[in-house]
């Protein structure tokens, strides 16, 4: 395989290589990429490199220390973007969503990663912030946002909610009551809307239980 971060610079391009190069020389310029070069936040930037490292453990595995090491990079570099969104007033909810997805493109490459997107980031950062919004149609668009930043198949792949998902489905049904309790039309439009993203997060149950 041939292989090229496209941060600037080639990780490694070679036509063939053994397990132990791609330990002792692939994954370790890899981690130097991420521990040098990579933003979280930059949606592009992650994507390319999520790529890559998919590439390297479908064709090698993830087994091995350096790999290892490669995936606390991943994860320190996560944490750090993270803790530094909020910091001087900034991180609103359109930045944090926006990290929200590209962080959650590693569901499933990298481990340990769903719990910082779901925990520190979501119910930490994101919910507050949704929270302080006034429950009104324009609310909604923001909140469809979150949505698109879950990664599809955590709704298509099954029949009930994600457990790390019910603090957000829980603003949904009051965000759903506060809306469905006006007679305007617009409201009564943003209720379905919110209603529809109950239905796909498997959770209109807790809608209708209200």
Not at 104 to 111: F, I, P, T, Y
Not at 146 to 159: G, L, M, Y
Not at 184 to 189: E, F, L, W
């Amino acid at each position: 395989a041939v292989v090229n971060a496209e941060y600037g610079e080639a990780v490694v391009s070679t036509q063939s290589t053994g397990q132990d190069l791609v330990q002792t020389a692939l994954i370790p310029k890899v981690t130097s990429v991420v521990e040098r070069c990579w933003r979280p936040g930059a949606l592009a930037q992650s994507e390319r490199l999520v790529d890559l490292v998919k590439l390297i453990s479908e064709d090698y595995g993830v087994e091995g220390s350096e790999w290892e090491r490669l995936n606390q990079a991943i994860l320190y570099k996560i944490k750090q973007c993270v803790s530094q969104i909020g910091e001087g007033g900034g991180g609103g909810v359109t930045e944090c969503t926006g990290l929200l997805h590209a962080i959650l493109l590693w569901d499933g490459v990298a481990s340990g990663v769903r719990g910082i997107a779901l925990q520190s980031l979501l119910s930490e950062r994101i919910l507050p912030e949704l929270e302080e919004l006034r429950s009104e149609p324009g609310t909604v668009e923001v909140v469809e946002g979150v949505i698109r930043a879950i990664p599809s198949q955590w709704f298509d792949d099954t029949q009930v909610m994600v457990p790390e998902l019910k603090g957000f489905a829980g603003y949904l049904v009051r965000l759903a009551n506060k809306l469905g309790s006006s007679e305007q039309r617009s409201y009564k439009t943003a209720y379905k809307r919110v209603k529809s993203m109950l239905l796909r997060m498997h959770a209109i149950d807790l809608l209708k239980s209200k």
